[in-house]
């Protein structure tokens, strides 16, 4: 697992939570920015999902498999669901659900990297 993607990963979510809070703020609902920003966080995952997998399936260290690959799952699966039900959220609350969310995935990621050092 590389620390440097997981930090990357991290980062993104925050900024997601950053431009969903602000939006939640000033009564907006989802625009395009924000779904491009969940978009680009999406793929940050996916590619985060089979760095780890890959790496689980190389590594010897005595990391649990079943834990490790659910939070990979988790924080993929995340981000659309909140998106999904922000677009379909028609008061101003749509955004206030992709901002807990993206403050969600960002506290998976850490635990996720917590999880592969706890293996070292």
């Known amino acids: 697992m590389t620390p440097v ?3 990357a990963c ?19 609902r989802l625009d ?3 779904l491009i920003a969940v978009a680009v966080l999406e793929v940050a995952l996916l590619v985060q999902a089979v760095a ?14 079943v834990v490790f690959g659910s939070y990979l799952v988790t924080t993929v699966l995340v981000p659309p669901v909140g998106a999904f039900w ?3 959220e028609k008061s101003r609350w749509g ?3 992709l901002l807990i969310a993206a403050l969600t995935t960002a ?13 070292a």
């Open 10 to 28: 991290g980062v993104l979510a925050l900024v997601v939570a950053a431009l969903a809070g602000l939006a939640t703020a000033r009564g907006r």
């Open 32 to 34: 395009d920015r924000m």
């Open 5 to 7: 993607l997981a930090w």
């Open 95 to 97: 955004t206030g659900v």
């Open 52 to 65: 780890g997998f890959v790496a689980l399936a190389l590594t010897d260290r005595p990391v649990d498999g």
């Open 86 to 88: 922000a677009l379909g």
């Open 107 to 119: 506290i998976l990621v850490v635990r996720l990297e917590q999880v592969w050092s706890a293996g």
